[in-house]
Nanobody, 122 residues
């Protein structure tokens, strides 16, 4: 499994960004795809995830209502749409994958992308 994240950048508070994760490897129907982030000096945070086979999603409280995760089975991509961005959303964002398990599970991801920087200015 290989994951390639893209789409990070610099945006003003209140703005939007869309991250994309291109996945390659086996059939992902049994996988949970997650987005996690880590800001300097802080622990890694589970932003949310999506269960590939049925599209069920989960979002952390800090992003609920602002972020949306979706997947495109034809393209094997998982996107993170981020709206109403805040300076505290500044972090390196990672896409990750795990075979099986609940979308609510915040850890246990076996495969990771390289991370993409998101910086939100105030």
């Amino acid at each position: 499994v290989q994951l390639q994240a893209s789409g990070g950048g610099l945006v003003q508070a209140g703005g939007s960004l869309r991250l994309s994760c291109a996945a390659s490897g086996p059939t992902f129907s049994s996988y949970v795809m997650g987005w996690l982030r880590q800001a300097p000096g802080k622990v890694r945070e589970y932003v949310g995830g999506i269960r590939w086979n049925d599209g069920r999603t989960y979002y952390g409280d800090s992003v609920k209502g602002r972020f949306t995760i979706s997947r495109d089975s034809a393209k094997n991509t998982v996107d993170l749409e981020m709206n109403s961005l805040k300076p505290e959303d500044t972090a390196v964002y990672y896409c990750a994958a795990r075979e099986g398990g609940s979308v609510l599970l915040t850890r246990g991801f076996d495969y990771w992308g390289q991370g993409t920087q998101v910086t939100v200015s105030s």
